[in-house]
């Protein structure tokens, strides 16, 4: 990763950063808790397209946002990798979609109150723009690419720890919002249709350590399969593929 980030930054142009960054340069910095190296960089990350189309400039936060949510994705996964070693693939798949989702880093970024700090043109400032949920999350993701840029791998996942992964200490409590047993249940009686049926149908792997296999059937016919290392883990994921595929069973029933 180190190479990767010196490739990068091997490729970009410097740049004098304006008087407006100059002169809130430490502010902004004690704010983030990061400090930049190549503050043109940091710069970069705050300036909205309105803002850069009414200054003629030949940069926004856009390139840098697409680099900045692989970089995030990436510590987000490797942490949970990490410190979630009894979770299969597909909760780690959930805690890191709840850890990197917009609505979430929109909340970082207020905490951060990175609102007053986003470069932005008038016309977008007086509409409201500055705490819009959208242009809040993509400025996190861009300010992790910023990092990433300045000083490599490690700074970035420091700072993404801190300000992403350790500002929602209970996201795992909000696997709870991934209930598609509970979902399906309710849609199925809102439908009058009756309770899912649960069976297991296969196990595989040792006695110590074995391997669910559920289907679920609605009103007779086989809708949906799982797998987990428990009943309910295989239940759940039955549960979601039902639902994902609900359209193809029963088109009339919403």
């Known amino acids: 990763m180190k190479i990767l980030g010196k490739f990068f930054r091997k490729k970009e142009v410097k740049s004098a950063v304006s008087d407006h960054l100059a002169k809130n340069l430490s502010a902004i910095q004690k704010s983030l808790g990061y400090a930049f190296s190549q503050p043109h960089l940091l710069e970069r990350a705050l300036t909205h397209s309105s803002f850069a ?37 597909g909760t780690l798949t959930k805690y890191r979609t709840i850890l990197v989702n917009g609505n979430y880093l929109s909340e970082c970024a207020t905490r951060l109150d990175l609102g007053r700090w986003i470069l932005l ?28 840029m300045d000083g490599g791998y490690d700074p970035a996942a420091r700072w993404v720890k801190k300000h992403v992964i350790d500002g929602k200490p209970d996201y795992s409590a909000e696997l709870q919002s991934f209930n598609y047993k509970g979902q399906l249940a309710e849609k199925c009686q809102r439908l009058k249709m009756g309770n899912p049926a649960f069976e297991v149908t296969k196990t595989t792997g040792p006695d110590h350590d074995p391997i ?14 799982g797998e987990g290392r428990n009943k309910k883990e295989a239940s759940q994921e039955a549960s979601e593929d039902t639902l994902k595929n609900w359209d193809v069973f029963f088109p009339d029933k919403h």
Request: glycine share 6%.
């Open 53 to 89: 189309s009414q200054n003629n400039m030949q940069y926004s936060y856009e390139r840098l946002e697409f680099l900045g949510d692989a970089v995030l994705q990436l510590v987000v996964s490797d942490y949970l990798f990490k410190n979630h070693l009894h979770l299969n693939e």
């Open 121 to 148: 043109s008038e016309s977008s400032r007086r509409s409201g723009q500055s705490d819009n949920d959208s242009i809040m999350a993509d400025v996190i993701e861009s300010l992790i690419a910023a990092i990433y």
């Open 212 to 225: 669910y296999m559920i289907q679920v059937s609605i009103d007779g016919s086989v809708v949906g399969f």
